[in-house]
């Protein structure tokens, strides 16, 4: 193994402290009445913080180790479920999608993992914890329900590929400029 590959320590510690602190996310969202789809939001994007500054094999290891820690600490365990179905996991698919670096088979593939993410999370939410109120589905049909949720998907990959950008022009040059001051 050369130089080169192995892991370093600044890499291990930006994941250990961006892993407690997406598991802490997960946690003050079972806490804090208001904005708890924030919380998913901020736990993927400081996901996604780890897989730009220190690699995917990270970045699936904090993911995991987030999701464990989050079930261990959060005490509403269905509360982590969006984290690891979704928020978190895409973090990592959106990842290795754009890696194609072709804008039709990117979208395709993930309207085709938000699709399948949703359809996991309203089964489970449906059947499991029977938390899809009648009141919903009877007032709007799950056809205008669904391309809402597509919409919204839309807004909110374009929101965090904007995030990603953000990052890896404005903080992350700023981060790494001062590393190699010192």
């Avoid at 698919?93 to 699709?115: A, R, Y």
């Avoid at 993410?117 to 009141?135: D, R, V």
Wanted: charged residues 15%; proline residues 4%; hydrophobic residues 55%.
């Amino acid at each position: 193994m050369d130089k080169s590959s192995k892991p370093n320590s600044k890499k291990i510690a930006l994941a250990g402290i961006l892993t407690a602190l997406g598991a802490a996310t997960l946690f003050l969202e079972n806490l804090i009445p208001t904005g708890k789809l924030g919380f998913y939001v901020l736990a993927g994007f400081i996901l996604s913080v780890v897989i730009m500054e220190c690699g995917f094999s990270f970045g699936w290891l904090s993911y995991v180790a987030v999701s464990i820690i989050a079930f261990l600490l959060v005490p509403e365990k269905t509360a982590v479920l969006p984290y690891v179905l979704f928020f978190g996991i895409y973090s990592l698919v959106k990842s290795h999608i754009e890696q194609i670096n072709k804008l039709i088979v990117e979208w395709v593939l993930k309207f085709t993992f938000f699709n399948l993410s949703l359809f996991f999370m309203w089964k489970i939410a449906e059947q499991l914890l029977e938390l899809i109120p009648p009141m919903l589905v009877q007032s709007l049909p799950v056809s205008v329900l669904v391309l809402v949720l597509q919409a919204a998907f839309f807004a909110f990959d374009l929101i965090f590929t904007f995030w990603t950008q953000y990052y890896l022009k404005k903080i992350s040059t700023k981060i790494h400029s001062t590393d190699s001051a010192l």
